[in-house]
């Protein structure tokens, strides 16, 4: 049974940091095999059960909850850093030619083995991720996560109009896919299947009605999506569905909203959009150096936090940035400020980095099974280095308190401070 001796971050329910600055972290099989934290806290007072098993000491290195990422393109992974006016050119003429070379099964597996492994070198555990419109994609990316052990969660966008050749799928088909690849992946090792329309504009009703049917037929299963994400993307999505509410209504009008459906943006809402976020259980995939990027604008913490939905942090790579999480909070916290001028607002370091880790997998349902290290998570955690940098070290060597430290790591922290990803490892199968 593997004990840890380090310093040692996790959070409370309320999404309170906790930490232990000379920590104990112990893991052990549950009866399904599967690698659970046993015990977490302080040494001092948890040794004394550990005294005849071996301990993995780290001095200076801080144990910290394995990140989840709630929104990120695996077929955008060489998109990232292509300059547009906003969002629809972006798709038209760089996401959307990229996107049509996954028709291709080695394409797409080679690009599958490349972003699993750079998530886990920037401690990503848990992600939420579109693949493209081809089974092809969606078969790859799991394979991989498979293989990595990695809880993953993919589906194959749905995308039949306004789309051009080569990532334009058929509506009828599209809904056959999608069930064959529930079938297929849902609930396998750490698997999930996501049900992905890319965004109202490119389904057809038929479609999202087909969509909806699925969700309501799967309910475990999780929906993906993009809202209000642009003010030209929302032009275009009230002209093409006249008859919803407003953009976010469209999804509600498909049965498209419920718990386990994670809307990426959600930057244009009024505050009846807000509510049927809160009131169906739905939440968002906040994506700072995205919304940023493609100059979409900023997510509005405050009248979210006001009207009572959740939410959690993505790096939405490729309009994002960066898949490293310290960015991602970096640029979280300058929204924050933004909306510190207009309303008081600003994000604290824990709640930043609960907003990428507990936080996350609370708004993805998976409170208690990833994103944490309390007893009975699964044992997904980094191994940070505190001292990657010579900045850092100096930095960090003078944090009189957590705030101080966590802010330094995530002011001046990236991949460099990533020293080690541990992934639940279990023995699957029906012997284990
Ligand atoms: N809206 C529809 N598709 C996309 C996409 O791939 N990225 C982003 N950021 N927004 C979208
Ligand atoms: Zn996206």
Known sequence: MPVYR??????????????????????????????????????????????????????????????????????????????????????????????????????????????????????????????TSHPASVDALFTEGQRQHMRLITGKVLQDRHSPDGVRDDTEQSLIDTEALIQRWHGVDRLGYVITPRFAPTSTHEQ??????????????????????NRDEIRWARELFPAARSYLGVYDDFGLMRERAVYAHCIHFDDDDRALMRDTGAVAAVSPTSNLFLGSGFFDYASADRVGF?????SDVGGGTSFSPFHTMLAAYYVGREGQTKQGLSLSPQQLWWQHTAGAAKALGLAGVVGNLQPGCEADFVVLNPRATPLLERKTCQARSLDELLFALIVLGDDRVVEQTVISQAKYGPSA
Not at 310 to 314: D, F, V
Request: proline fraction near 6%.
């Open 6 to 131: 380090s310093a040692l971050l996790r959070f409370a329910d309320d999404g309170r940091a906790l930490y232990d600055e000379d920590g104990l972290l112990a893991i052990g099989p549950d009866a399904q095999g599967r690698q659970r934290v046993l015990a977490a806290g302080a040494w001092q007072a948890l040794s004394h059960q550990y005294a005849h098993e071996p301990v993995t000491h780290l001095p200076g290195r801080i144990l910290a909850p394995g990140f989840v990422d709630m929104h990120i393109h695996f077929p955008q992974t060489d998109v990232i850093g292509s300059p547009a006016d906003g969002l629809l050119p972006w798709l038209e003429n760089y996401t959307f030619p990229h996107e049509s070379r996954f028709v291709a099964s080695d394409y797409s597996a080679q690009v599958a083995e490349f972003f699993v492994a750079e998530l886990l070198r920037h401690g990503v555990t848990t992600a939420l991720a579109f693949a």
């Open 208 to 229: 999202l009605r087909g969509a909806g049917e699925l969700a309501a037929r799967y309910p475990d299963v999780w929906i993906q999506s993009h809202v209000a994400e």
């Open 310 to 314: 959740g939410y959690g942090l993505a």
